[in-house]
């Protein structure tokens, strides 16, 4: 069984930076596409960002295009999510995604993390 367990977030100010991560467990690492979501309060989950190691290929959002970028380390079995000049906007709940079917990074993910809470905020 894959588990996702995300680490990173927290409170940081408008113009800030963080770096999630998204380490992955029970399952051949190399073989999912990864994803970055997030969800703010009384809204719809969001999709964020996506890697795709078998095409080498990544996606994003245009609300974070130039602001956000995803990878990789394979050793660690590990996604990252590096935010950079962080919006208000940008407050959510992150989660990070696994799955063999995904299609243009949108999806449909089978295994999914907790979630991070990443507040932007002065």
């Known amino acids: 069984q894959v588990q996702l367990v995300e680490s990173g977030g927290g409170l940081v100010q408008p113009g800030g930076s963080l770096r999630l991560s998204c380490a992955h467990s029970?399952?051949?690492?190399?073989?999912?596409?990864m994803g970055w979501f997030r969800q703010a309060p009384g809204k719809e989950r969001q999709f964020v960002a996506a890697?795709?190691?078998?095409?080498?290929?990544?996606y994003y959002a245009d609300s974070v295009k130039g602001r956000f970028s995803i990878s990789r380390d394979s050793a660690k079995n590990t996604v990252y999510l590096q935010m950079n000049n962080l919006k208000p906007e940008d407050t959510a709940v992150y989660y990070c995604?696994?799955?063999?079917?995904?299609?243009?990074?949108?999806?449909?993910?089978?295994?999914w993390g907790q979630g991070t809470q990443v507040t932007v905020s002065s």
């Open positions: 995604a696994a799955g063999t079917r995904v299609v243009a990074g949108r999806g449909p993910y089978d295994y």
């Open positions: 029970g399952g051949t690492f190399s073989q999912y596409v």
């Open positions: 890697f795709s190691r078998i095409i080498g290929i990544t």
